[in-house]
């Protein structure tokens, strides 16, 4: 049996695994919107910890995180600490959003805004909001899969299969079993993932040069840029420090991540989560030696894709044995594939529950509306694995475009949980001047003082919803829309 041959039938089992478990999760509640949106509001801390941890650790840890260590050195270090902030914004936003949830129906983070404002139009373009950002990001994960495939069966497996088979897996079990098969399958591939990038991080560093404190010594002695900021591509202090707060607030507005409060069963097991959170961040530190070990061993010929440097230190340098590689790729597979169905479920949900409901069915029952959203989760799964076969850039890169673009909704959150005296005129005006500002400076000007071009569009956002408060005349309020979540 060839290694191609071994590679692949470890992986293909692995699937197997993951797609019995999820659809086994399968339960009675699934057939209810509030059981498959929401797993019956039911979630303890385990399964909640492991799904809250996948919603972050995605095709991006694996790839993009040891491919920024690879390429810039030190600033990588971004990624930990924003992690460490993340709790902060799960222990004072998430007992809230679950109260509200639970005593008002709230399933998307469309539903109280539109409530709170009681503007319809509003809520619906948090979800049209949500669902153009989800679906790129759905797109990475199958892009990711795709590589991964690709590049551990030398090609045997092509990047559009490999994409597939991930995207059919995903779709398969979603679509049956909702956040209860997200939350099992999470538990699975979660334990898989933190034991794979563990020993990889160590198995390569210690082959390549006899262990971690020995691979830093060298890399001290030849490329000492790489381990000081501002690393080897000019990152300054000022990008790095707001490109750590963008991520933290903005992580919270990713309406995957926002809609798991309200499947909590407790404030106080959101509040258990955030405490033991940071232990998911572990998970990162193997990934960046792996890309830290690439600087010595690129310095001479560097990689024209730094997101493959995984690939490459596992497949071409460490010169592991085709069961090691097999495993290998079920680990990064699980990290794509858990992140995956969490942006596939809350898509198909965000979209029919805040941008079909209030228009095209208005009136539909809670069974056509079940039945909507899975047919969402594959259309849109279909439509990610679409544009995945246009091969995206930079992960990295990509999620902190999308970072400082979803933190505009920020402003408006807040007011709908802690500040009942914003208006809707004003919130919806700082949104839209934000996120213009964001992308002028993003795409077409240079952001000042070299910061993330996300804080000076919160900045503005916020300034902006101060000047409203101040100076517009508050308009009438209309009837209150709750009654519509029940």
């Not at 909590?264 to 940071?278: C, E, H, I």
Request: charged residues 10%; hydrophobic residues 55%.
């Amino acid at each position: 049996m060839s290694d191609s041959m071994i590679v692949v039938g470890i992986t293909l089992a692995y699937l197997a695994m993951v797609l019995v478990v999820g659809l086994r999760a399968r339960g009675q509640s699934n057939s209810s919107l509030e059981g498959y949106v929401a797993g019956g509001r039911h979630v303890g801390v385990m399964i909640l910890f492991f799904i809250l941890g996948a919603e972050i650790f995605s095709a991006f840890a694996f790839l993009g995180t040891p491919g920024w260590a690879y390429q810039r050195g030190a600033p990588a270090f971004y990624i930990l600490a924003y992690l460490s902030l993340v709790p902060i914004t799960i222990w004072v936003l998430g007992p809230r959003v679950a109260r509200l949830g639970r005593e008002r129906g709230y399933l998307t983070q469309g539903d109280m805004i539109a409530d709170h404002y009681r503007s319809k139009p509003l809520g619906m373009l948090a979800g049209v909001i949500g669902v153009v950002a989800l679906v790129p990001y759905l797109t990475i994960q199958i892009a990711g899969a795709g590589l991964l495939f690709q590049a551990a069966t030398d090609g045997l497996v092509p990047f559009w299969l490999g994409g597939l088979l991930a995207f059919v897996v995903v779709a398969a079990y979603v679509f049956c079993s909702g956040l209860s098969g997200i939350g099992w399958t999470n538990l699975v591939q979660g334990i898989m993932m933190i034991f794979i990038a563990w020993f990889l991080g160590l198995a390569v560093s210690d082959r390549l040069y006899g262990g971690v404190g020995e691979m830093f010594a060298q890399i001290q002695q030849t490329a000492p840029e790489y381990l000081t900021m501002p690393g080897a591509t000019d990152m300054s202090w000022g990008y790095f420090s707001t490109a750590v707060l963008v991520s933290a607030f903005g992580g919270a507005m990713w309406p995957h991540l926002f809609m798991k409060f309200y499947s909590a069963d407790s404030g106080r097991t959101l509040r258990k989560v955030s405490v033991f959170y940071p232990l998911y961040a572990y998970l990162l530190v193997p990934l960046l030696l792996i890309g830290f070990a690439g600087i010595l061993t690129f310095a001479d010929a560097p990689l024209a894709r730094p997101d493959t440097v995984l690939l490459k230190m596992v497949l071409d340098v460490a010169n592991f044995s085709p069961w090691v590689i097999g495993l290998m790729l079920s680990g990064a597979l699980a990290a794509a594939m858990s992140t995956g169905a969490n942006l596939a479920h809350t898509a198909a949900i965000v979209l029919v529950r805040d941008v079909l409901t209030p228009t095209v069915m208005k009136g539909a029952s809670e069974k056509a509306t079940v039945g909507a959203t899975r047919w969402s989760v594959l259309g849109l799964s279909l439509a990610a694995y679409g544009l995945a076969l246009l091969n995206p850039g930079s992960l990295v890169m990509i999620l902190l475009t999308a970072y400082g673009l979803i933190v505009q909704l920020f402003p408006m959150v807040l007011g709908a949980l802690f500040l009942p005296r914003l208006r809707r005129a004003s919130v919806m005006l700082g949104a839209l001047v934000g996120s213009v500002a964001y992308l002028l400076m993003d795409f077409v000007w240079s952001s000042p003082l070299g910061w993330h071009a996300g804080v000076w569009a919160i900045l503005l956002n916020v300034l902006v919803v101060i000047a409203c408060q101040a100076f517009m005349q508050p308009a009438a309020r209309g009837p209150s829309l709750a009654g519509r979540h029940h």
